[in-house]
């Protein structure tokens, strides 16, 4: 059985920054394409960075990029968002995702898998990120 755990959120004034992490379990991490989205109230799920399984392949969205940082360590089969210079409109529950094993040692362009979540067939439970003006 697949699990997968985030945990780091919180509240934090604009400016400020903040550390998400997320475990899986029950699939292979080191073979998987990993991946955060955010979903703001009243606002669709969205994706928000994407990480290949050894890292050379890095999707960001135009509303993080320069901002936060992605990164995965394999042998703790562990995956990291890093937020920077946090603005209220990153408020949100932050998700970390896995998709189907069809993805397993992907190499191309995460452009376009990020940006469906569809794809995504594990979940985490979400953790929140509020930043206050």
């Known amino acids: 059985q697949v699990q997968v755990v985030e945990s780091g959120g919180g509240l934090v004034q604009a400016g400020g920054s903040l550390r998400l992490s997320c475990t899986a379990s029950g699939l292979s991490f080191d073979a998987s394409v990993m991946g955060w989205f955010r979903q703001a109230p009243g606002k669709e799920r969205e994706g928000v960075s994407c990480i290949n399984y050894n890292s050379e392949r890095i999707y960001y969205a135009d509303s993080v990029k320069d901002r936060f940082t992605i990164s995965r360590d394999n042998a703790k089969n562990t995956l990291y968002l890093q937020l920077n210079r946090l603005k209220p409109e990153d408020t949100a529950m932050y998700y970390c995702?896995?998709?189907?094993?069809?993805?397993?040692?992907?190499?191309?362009?995460?452009?376009?898998?990020?940006?469906?979540?569809?794809?995504?067939?594990?979940w985490g439970q979400g953790t929140q990120v509020t930043v206050s003006s």
């Open positions: 995702a896995a998709p189907n094993t069809g993805f397993y040692y992907y190499g191309g362009r995460l452009t376009y898998l990020c940006s469906d979540r569809s794809k995504f067939a594990y």
